[in-house]
């Protein structure tokens, strides 16, 4: 079936159909064998291991739903979904250096000119690595708030100003930037830019967080970096933003991957830590908020892969917004809770290097924060709802 847009703010519906069960026995092997025994080392080092982004472009994990003619899969947000969960499972955040490509490579690709999808073909094929560049130190939640300025100066733009917390902003070969063209026009006037990182006039610096590791998350600051004029996207921010509402199912997957792995070893766990001679989780108390959290893990699932079906069926994007929105927030709070009672299942021993549970506790306090936090969320579904919410 040829790609159709369903109406301008959608990406396309999948070319193609894979058998689900082979693609995930696919994606689990990948996981384990290329962030099974990468991330740690990386991790100590602080550094992103490109060669994991170049496995993964080998393996066709890098533009999943991306169309045959630039390399891509042709597939859906259901698969990209599997496959964010599987990685997910191993280490979700070598998982968010790929859901990274997939979403700054889609603009590239759905709303960019040749140039644009050359630049996105190199990304499929793992040769040229890139970032999502929006946030600022005072545009977060506010995304209207950017204040990096683009000014044009004959065939080229030249942008000023500082992002923050761009992840792989320093090891990125081309930032997919946000930036105000017209700040007269509000909105209208911001436009996405394909900037080459390695401009002189652009200084990275890493921003140490106890997430995300090893995807590190960066400054930039644009002192004057200059842009041609034909890397300038022409879309409007309105038709880019509402494609990251699929960015938002992968997160949901994401964290569900997450979520899964500390529920799977805190059940093992509560089965054979022996306490007054008997397992704990002979205890009503273990094993009744491991029951809690089963239904956490079963309800991000249900939610997750039902939001990704809803895309994929290609119904217009307001008529999928609530789904998503349920998603995200959903999965992003379900985390938490699920890695903070495995946390408690591990006892002293938890809260240990010698366990993993402490640090997954960690990863997941990031979840409700990013990609629209959960208050975010929350108002989309209560405007969905009807509800008079500003
Ligand atoms: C590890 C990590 C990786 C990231 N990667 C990227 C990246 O690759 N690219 C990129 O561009 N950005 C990235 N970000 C930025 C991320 O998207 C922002 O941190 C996020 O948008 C929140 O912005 P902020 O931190 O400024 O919080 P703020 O927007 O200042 O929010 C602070 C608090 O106020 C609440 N709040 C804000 N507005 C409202 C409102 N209207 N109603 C109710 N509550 C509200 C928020 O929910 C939150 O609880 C990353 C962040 C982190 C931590």
Redesign the pocket.
Known sequence: MAAQHINSLRTPVPLNTVDRDAFRDMCRSFAEKEIGTRWQQADAEKRFPRAFYQAAARTGLIGITASEDIGGAGLGSYEEAIAMEEMSKVNPNLA?AVL?QNVAGSILYEHGSAEHREIARRTIAGECLV?????E?E?????QNVQTRATREGDEWVLDGM???????GDADVLVT?AQTDSKLGRRGMRFFAVDRHDPNIEVSQIE?Y??RPAP?YRVTFNKARVPESRRLDAGFAAIMAGFNRERIMVAARWLGHMQTALNWARDYAQTRRQFGRPIGANQSIAFALAQAHVDVEAARRLTYHAAERWDSGVPLRDVILDVSAAKLHSTQAVVRVTQTALHVGGGWGLTTELPVMRWALDAL?A?????????QL?AIAKEMGLPVD
């Not at 970032?131 to 946030?135: D, L």
């Not at 545009?139 to 995304?143: E, F, H, L, Y």
């Not at 409700?368 to 975010?376: A, D, F, Q």
């Open positions: 968010v990274v970032a999502i560049t929006i946030t130190p545009a977060g939640n506010d995304i992002k923050s917390f761009i992840t792989l902003g946000l967080t997430v995300n998350t990031v409700p924060v990013t990609v629209g936090s959960v208050e975010i108002r």
